[in-house]
C-alpha cells in the first residue's frame, strides 16, 4: 500500500474512468496485448535514455523489464476496478538504483517513456470499451488526467524514496569512513583478524602502496571551533585533491582537519617508481586559500606507520605560517626539530645566564644575539662578521667581551659559541632559524 497522499488525486481519476464506463472493460484489452506493450515500452526506454544502454550493470537491463511489466501489471489491476495502489514495487525499485547509483534522471525519463506508449494504449482501448453515449473528447480528457496522475504519483514516490535511500548509503558510508580513518589514525593490532578484514575490504592492506598524513587548519585556530567554517576547510582539502590520483579518508578531529592519502608507489614489480606521494600532492594543497595552514607528513610505506604519520604533518603544521601556509615534514631542519622539542619540554634545564642575556639582548636592541648569529654564520671570521653587521672590527670584539661577562661563555669559541646560540633559539626570543 502507499500513502494517501499519493492516493487521492489518482483515485479520482479512477472514479471518473468508472462513471464513464471505461473501467473495468479497458483492463481486459491491456492485459491481452501486455506482452506487445512491454516491447514498446522497452524498447523507447532504451532509444530515448542512454544510460540503459552506456551502463556496465549487468542487472540494469533485466531489471528494467522486471519494473516496466510491473506498471502494466499495476496499470491493468488499478484499471479492472475498485482498488488502491500497491506501489511497493516503485520504492524497491528506486532503492535499487539509488543501491547502485543509478541515474535518477533516467529513470524519470523511463517514467516518461512509460507514461507516453500507455496514454495512447489506454486511450485507443478506452474509446473502443465506452458506451455509444460517452461523448469521445470526455474519455480522452479521463485517460490523459489518469496517466498524468500515474505518473506524477510514481515520479514523486520514486524520487522521494531514492533520495531517502542516497541519504541512508551515504551516512553509512560516512560512519565506515570515519571507521576506517580512526583505525588507521590511532593504530591497531595486525592480529586482530577484524580489523585486518576490514582494511583489506577497503583495500588499505594491498601492496604497492605508500600513505601520507595531512593536518589543515585556519590561520585563525578559533575559526576551527565552528563546525561549518571546519567542515568548509575539510571540502577544500578534498576539492584540491580530488585531481589527483589518490585516495583520501578525510574529517576533523580535535579542531583539525585529518587526511589520509593513499597512492601507489608502482603499478608492479616491473615498474618503475612514481615520485613520492608527499610530492604528488604538495602542489594541490597549495592551491587552498591563504586562510588555510597545513602541514603534511614524509611517506609511509604501510598502514601501520600512520600514526607516526599523523605525529609529523602535526608537527609540521606548527610550523606553518603565512609565508609557508604548507609544510612538509621533510621540510624541517634537524636544528629546527630539536629546537622546537627543547623550546617545548626543556625550559627547567636552561642555564642560569640566559635570563640575564636575554635582558640585556633586549637592551641592546638584539645587537647581542645578532652578533653571535653572524659570527656563526660567517664561519666564525671576525673581518666578515664586521663587514656583514657594517660595524668595525673592535665593536664585535666589544660584544663578544660583554657577552662574556653576562655569560661567562666565550663568544668567539665553537662550543661556547654552538650552546649560547642553542639556548637563545631554545628560550623562545631568539626566533627560529633552520
Known sequence: MVDTSYSSPLRATLLSLTSLGIIPGVADNLRADRARILDEIYDLVLADVAPYTSSGNPDV????????QQHIDEICRLLGGPSREEFGFIREHAHRRAAQKFPLDALLNAHRCIHKVLLRRIRDDAIGAAPVSTHITRVVAAVTEFTIEYNGAIGTLCTSEYVKQTRVLAEAEGDRRTELLNLLLSGYDESDNRIAQLLRRAGYLEQRQSFCVVVA?????????NPARAQRMADAVQDALKASPVRTLISVRDNLVVAVVSGTRRQSGW??????LAERIYRPLRTIGPAALIGMSNDSPSTSHIPRALREATFALDFADVANRVMRYAQISFQQMLVRVARDNLQSAMPAWVDDFMHADR???????????SYADNNMNVLQTAKALSIHPNTVYSRAHRINELTKRDA?????????LLAIECSGDGGDRG
Not at 217 to 225: A, G, L
Open 61 to 68: 537491463l533485466p531489471e528494467l523489464k522486471t519494473y516496466l
Open 271 to 276: 615498474t618503475a617508481p612514481q615520485s613520492l
Open 363 to 373: 637592551k641592546a636592541r638584539g645587537a647581542l644575539s645578532a652578533t653571535l648569529r
Open 412 to 420: 668567539l669559541s665553537f662550543h661556547d659559541l654552538n650552546e649560547m
Open 217 to 225: 587548519r585556519s590561520v585563525e585556530p578559533r575559526e576551527m571551533e
